[in-house]
């Protein structure tokens, strides 16, 4: 087990950035999937990103496509997302979420919310126009 905390959020302009970081408790970090959801007020937790135990392997849902980049650095039990030309329709409540790989998951990192064991108690991202 892992215990997931997120920093880096808070009020940015549109077209700025912001770096979220995800530091994890424990030396498993290096076998777990991690990845990022988002939830805005009054909508359902969504999928942003996630990326492989090793960090080869990388997804993105499509309206961060191109803007957002997930990455870790296993030496420091740290994963990050990169928000570049933010919108305001990414204000939420960000995320770090993280699951245990087995030798039968394939390289690509679930993105279903489902295969999440491990959570964090959020940040806040505000995006104002």
């Known amino acids: 087990q892992v215990q997931l905390v997120e920093s880096g959020g808070g009020l940015v302009q549109a077209g700025g950035s912001v770096r979220l970081s995800c530091a994890a408790s424990?030396?498993?970090?290096?076998?777990?999937?991690s990845g990022w959801f988002r939830q805005a007020p009054g909508k359902e937790r969504e999928f942003v990103a996630a990326?492989?135990?090793?960090?080869?392997?990388?997804v993105y849902a499509d309206s961060v496509r191109g803007r957002f980049t997930i990455s870790r650095d296993n030496a420091k039990n740290t994963s990050y997302l990169q928000m570049n030309s933010l919108k305001p329709e990414d204000t939420a409540a960000y995320y770090c979420?993280?699951?245990?790989?087995?030798?039968?998951?394939?390289?690509?990192?679930?993105?279903?919310?489902?295969?999440?064991?491990?959570w964090g108690q959020g940040t806040q991202v505000t995006v104002s126009p």
């Open positions: 979420a993280a699951y245990p790989t087995s030798p039968f998951d394939g390289g690509s990192p679930d993105r279903r919310i489902f295969r999440y064991q491990n």
């Open positions: 424990g030396r498993t970090f290096r076998s777990y999937a």
């Open positions: 990326i492989s135990a090793g960090g080869g392997y990388t």
